[in-house]
């Protein structure tokens, strides 16, 4: 019993050791970059930061949805314009600047 409880404790001061996510939660119509592949001005594909605004969210995914063509990672292109991904991902931030009219 008492070697039980020593590694019980043991574990739990290795998860207290790494720090917690930071966890942003996006909501519908918050103005937020993604970075994926998609064309530039030019028509060029790149891979950069894109502005976009979130259309759906739950407690782990946010859909934000582009003015351009977005792709896929293996070159596919998204129909609808509306890429997927985690509320703590790296691939996803507050928007920088305002968006442009048009």
Request: hydrophobic fraction near 35%; glycine fraction near 4%.
């Amino acid at each position: 019993m008492t070697e039980q409880k020593v590694t019980m404790s043991k574990r739990s001061k290795a998860k207290a050791a790494v720090p917690p996510m930071e966890k942003k939660n996006y909501r519908v119509g918050d103005v937020v970059e993604i970075y994926c592949d998609h064309n530039n001005e030019e028509g060029n594909r790149k891979r950069d930061w894109l502005q976009g605004v979130v259309v759906q969210a739950d407690e782990k995914m946010v859909a934000v949805q582009f003015n351009q063509d977005v792709y896929l990672t293996d070159g596919w292109m998204v129909p609808d314009r509306v890429l997927w991904t985690q509320h703590v991902s790296e691939t996803i931030r507050p928007a920088t600047r305002r968006r442009r009219r048009r």
